[in-house]
Nanobody, 123 residues
Framework: QVQFVESGGGLVQAGNSLRLSCAASGRTVSSYGMGWFRQGPGKEREFVAAIWRSGTLYYVDSMKGRFTISRDNAKNEVYLQMSSLKLEDTAVYYC?????????????????WGQGTQVTVSS
């Protein structure tokens, strides 16, 4: 059974950086399209970034340049490096896996989800 576990969240001051990790078990991350989503307080869950099986990277425009997604096949992990964090980046961050062939940001195309990790950005 495939499972994904996020880690690396916490409390960070605005302007600082944080790296989230998503560890997979049961199957390799390189066999999926792997994405990061987030859900802020009182908001709907939204797409952040994805790395597909081919290595194609996909970002939401508003976060491009501040957030970087990467994958370590040897460790079977996916990462989200976040820099210049803002108060509005406060959210629960989820990693998710998709079996579809074409990169997508659509939440419904991701079949497997981690439990989430909380990121709180303070002033």
């Amino acid at each position: 059974q495939v499972q994904f576990v996020e880690s690396g969240g916490g409390l960070v001051q605005a302007g600082n950086s944080l790296r989230l990790s998503c560890a997979a078990s049961g199957r390799t991350v390189s066999s999926y399209g792997m994405g990061w989503f987030r859900q802020g307080p009182g908001k709907e869950r939204e797409f952040v970034a994805a790395i597909w099986r081919s290595g194609t990277l996909y970002y939401v425009d508003s976060m491009k340049g501040r957030f970087t997604i990467s994958r370590d096949n040897a460790k079977n992990e996916v990462y989200l490096q976040m820099s210049s964090l803002k108060l509005e980046d406060t959210a629960v961050y989820y990693c998710a896996a998709s079996n579809v062939a074409v990169p997508t940001s659509l939440e419904g195309r991701f079949a497997y989800w981690g439990q989430g990790t909380q990121v709180t950005v303070s002033s």
